[in-house]
């Protein structure tokens, strides 16, 4: 694979420059089908009702490995790939690095291919590119299809700022939009004959700020209000407020939820406002499997880090001043985190729902200068350079080792499900949070 780094870093680099939001990453995902397809993968696209979701595939019947791709782009985060915080101008940036995550899992499939192809190996390898995991839960819509149905085992990693394979943690997750309508009136000379959207929506507020004390520990609510009206002497007839819920477990969620839902209709009632909401996205939180991670932690530990060069080390120095440490911490680079049987939960991914559909496993490398969070003009940056690049090459790699074990290690294939199937309790039944409502393709529009 060394010798295709330039090949892939010119389609991660594309990528990074067409910067599409989630739901619209029409030239990112076309490109990466274009890779695929003149590998002789067989591409299905537009699936689940998503015009920038597909199914690449070669080789037939069983075991069928899935490797996941992402390649949405955040709003706001538009980033030069230069040490100092400079636009570039366009309306989003690659700031979780999916760019780099949907090149590298190209890369790996089409190498596992490639190994398949010389020693007629049995079997077929998959790649699914998903849309909009960044609020969109694309994937959601994936597994509410049924497109990992026939799936043994599905692979992914993440961009981050080290290397590492440890047992996966997110939280399950609901957002939804709640918008009230009210009378709109002069403020001053007729306040009487208006009803305010925005006291809909600070009531609602209030209420959800009272329940945090009567909810279960750990569980988050965020809010912002998206719409609160446009003049003080207005009375606002529309406003909005994006809610999220999120908790380690999906059930909790869907609880709090209801409940954000009944905290809506009582302060549309005592406003005289009325209220309806839209759900957004929905994810479950990650199942863990030890036994994948722990192949997989052993192939990344056979790759093993990199070395930045004497120009990668000047700008990750110069980005390591704009995060408050005086140098890049180059050991973290070069090195794999010692494996972690246990995961903590911060943020939410649709890889969830996946992970609750067939026995998942994940990783990390480092495309970022470490100390750089996810979501950050610095994480944009570096993920514009050869040091994206090397990172990316680094998950490419253990993603391709870990789908060749799969192919020819039965028995590791059986412990996995077998794991996967205990976790996952006798009696379930996947719910997707989202409910059953279409695709949110506009939700970046
Ligand atoms: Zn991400």
């Given at each position: 694979m060394e010798n295709k780094t330039s090949f892939y870093s010119t389609i991660a680099m594309e990528i990074w420059e067409y910067a599409e939001m989630g739901f619209l990453e029409e030239n990112s995902a076309g490109l990466l089908q274009k890779t695929l397809k003149d590998e002789g993968f067989t591409i299905k696209s537009g699936v689940a009702g998503i015009p920038t979701a597909f199914v690449a595939e070669y080789g037939s019947g069983s075991p069928v490995i899935a490797i996941l791709g992402e390649y949405d782009a955040l709003p706001g985060l538009s980033q030069m790939a230069v040490p100092e915080k400079t636009t570039a101008g366009k309306a989003a940036g690659h700031g979780c690095g999916h760019h780099l995550f949907g090149t590298a899992s190209t890369a790996a499939a089409i190498a596992t291919k490639n190994w398949m192809k010389s020693k007629n190996i049995k079997g077929t390898i998959r790649f699914y590119g998903c849309p909009a995991e960044e609020g969109g839960s694309g994937k959601v819509y994936m597994v509410r299809e049924g497109l990992?149905?026939?799936?043994d085992v599905a692979l992914h990693w993440h961009p981050g700022a080290t290397n590492g394979a440890d047992v996966g943690a997110s939280l399950a997750n609901k957002s939804a939009k709640f918008r009230f309508y009210g009378i709109s009136a002069h403020a001053a000379a007729a306040p009487d004959k208006g009803r305010s959207a925005l006291d809909g929506v600070e009531a609602m507020n209030v209420m959800v700020n009272m329940m945090r004390e009567h909810i279960p520990e750990k569980a988050r609510i965020h809010y912002v209000i998206t719409d609160g009206g446009k003049a003080p002497n207005v009375v606002p007839d529309y406003a909005e407020v994006y809610y999220y819920a999120r908790h380690n477990y999906s059930d909790v969620v869907m609880d709090i939820f209801d409940r954000i839902v009944d905290a809506a209709e009582g302060a549309a009632k005592g406003t005289g406002t009325t209220m309806e909401f839209e759900v957004l996205g929905g994810v479950h939180e990650l199942l863990p499997n030890q036994v994948l991670q722990e192949q997989m932690y052993q192939n990344l530990v056979r790759v093993g880090g990199y070395n930045y060069t004497d120009d990668e080390k000047v700008f990750a120095d110069k980005i390591a001043l704009t995060l408050g440490l005086e140098s890049a911490n180059l050991n973290t680079i070069s090195t794999i985190q010692p494996y972690q049987a246990e995961g903590k939960a911060f943020g939410s991914t649709d890889v969830g729902d996946v992970s609750f559909a067939v026995p998942t496993v994940g990783m990390r490398a480092a495309t970022w200068v470490p100390g750089t969070p996810a979501h950050s003009w610095q994480a944009v940056a570096a993920g514009g350079t050869s040091i994206g690049e090397k990172g990316m090459m680094i998950a490419a790699k253990t993603l391709a080792l870990t789908a060749v074990d799969l192919f020819q290690n039965e028995d590791l294939l059986m412990q996995a499900k077998a794991e996967f199937l205990e976790r996952r309790g006798d009696n379930f039944i996947y719910t997707p949070l989202l409910g059953d409502r279409p695709p949110a393709l506009d939700y970046r529009k």
């Amino acid at each position: 694979m060394e010798n295709k780094t330039s090949f892939y870093s010119t389609i991660a680099m594309e990528i990074w420059e067409y910067a599409e939001m989630g739901f619209l990453e029409e030239n990112s995902a076309g490109l990466l089908q274009k890779t695929l397809k003149d590998e002789g993968f067989t591409i299905k696209s537009g699936v689940a009702g998503i015009p920038t979701a597909f199914v690449a595939e070669y080789g037939s019947g069983s075991p069928v490995i899935a490797i996941l791709g992402e390649y949405d782009a955040l709003p706001g985060l538009s980033q030069m790939a230069v040490p100092e915080k400079t636009t570039a101008g366009k309306a989003a940036g690659h700031g979780c690095g999916h760019h780099l995550f949907g090149t590298a899992s190209t890369a790996a499939a089409i190498a596992t291919k490639n190994w398949m192809k010389s020693k007629n190996i049995k079997g077929t390898i998959r790649f699914y590119g998903c849309p909009a995991e960044e609020g969109g839960s694309g994937k959601v819509y994936m597994v509410r299809e049924g497109l990992f149905n026939d799936v043994d085992v599905a692979l992914h990693w993440h961009p981050g700022a080290t290397n590492g394979a440890d047992v996966g943690a997110s939280l399950a997750n609901k957002s939804a939009k709640f918008r009230f309508y009210g009378i709109s009136a002069h403020a001053a000379a007729a306040p009487d004959k208006g009803r305010s959207a925005l006291d809909g929506v600070e009531a609602m507020n209030v209420m959800v700020n009272m329940m945090r004390e009567h909810i279960p520990e750990k569980a988050r609510i965020h809010y912002v209000i998206t719409d609160g009206g446009k003049a003080p002497n207005v009375v606002p007839d529309y406003a909005e407020v994006y809610y999220y819920a999120r908790h380690n477990y999906s059930d909790v969620v869907m609880d709090i939820f209801d409940r954000i839902v009944d905290a809506a209709e009582g302060a549309a009632k005592g406003t005289g406002t009325t209220m309806e909401f839209e759900v957004l996205g929905g994810v479950h939180e990650l199942l863990p499997n030890q036994v994948l991670q722990e192949q997989m932690y052993q192939n990344l530990v056979r790759v093993g880090g990199y070395n930045y060069t004497d120009d990668e080390k000047v700008f990750a120095d110069k980005i390591a001043l704009t995060l408050g440490l005086e140098s890049a911490n180059l050991n973290t680079i070069s090195t794999i985190q010692p494996y972690q049987a246990e995961g903590k939960a911060f943020g939410s991914t649709d890889v969830g729902d996946v992970s609750f559909a067939v026995p998942t496993v994940g990783m990390r490398a480092a495309t970022w200068v470490p100390g750089t969070p996810a979501h950050s003009w610095q994480a944009v940056a570096a993920g514009g350079t050869s040091i994206g690049e090397k990172g990316m090459m680094i998950a490419a790699k253990t993603l391709a080792l870990t789908a060749v074990d799969l192919f020819q290690n039965e028995d590791l294939l059986m412990q996995a499900k077998a794991e996967f199937l205990e976790r996952r309790g006798d009696n379930f039944i996947y719910t997707p949070l989202l409910g059953d409502r279409p695709p949110a393709l506009d939700y970046r529009k």
